[in-house]
């Protein structure tokens, strides 16, 4: 299978899956400044660094409606927070990827990123 990028949201995966020198572009998304300064010393690595910014857009009506699928806020409230943070840095990352030239539509991206939230982060 071909792809073009690999999208990481953990440093330590995406430092060592650059010490294999993959031909795709390692694009390590985090909400650091001092995360993605250390990712530039990793050959392969293209540190993206987001914003922390709220989730949701407003529709017609004023009622938020959030990036992916367009999710209502009643459904996207059963969701965990975490989840929501989750999908949106995906989405950023995959817009910054196309305007960057990196990923065009169509494109194969595998995403790794962790299944649970980092308590020691979240307190």
Request: aromatic fraction near 8%; charged fraction near 20%; proline fraction near 3%.
């Amino acid at each position: 299978m071909d792809f073009n990028s690999i999208i990481f949201f953990c440093y330590r995966s995406a430092q060592l899956i650059a010490q294999y020198r993959p031909r795709a572009v390692i694009m390590a998304v985090t909400r650091s400044l001092k995360t993605a300064r250390h990712m530039h010393l990793h050959r392969g690595c293209c540190p993206v660094y987001i914003a922390p910014t709220r989730n949701t857009n407003y529709d017609k009506d004023g009622e938020p409606l959030f990036k992916q699928h367009h999710i209502s806020a009643n459904q996207a409230l059963s969701m965990s927070e975490w989840l929501l943070d989750v999908d949106a840095r995906v989405i950023d990352a995959i817009k910054l990827g196309k305007a960057r030239g990196i990923v065009s539509t169509g494109d194969a991206v595998i995403v790794l990123t962790g299944w649970v939230r980092n308590t020691l982060i979240d307190k």
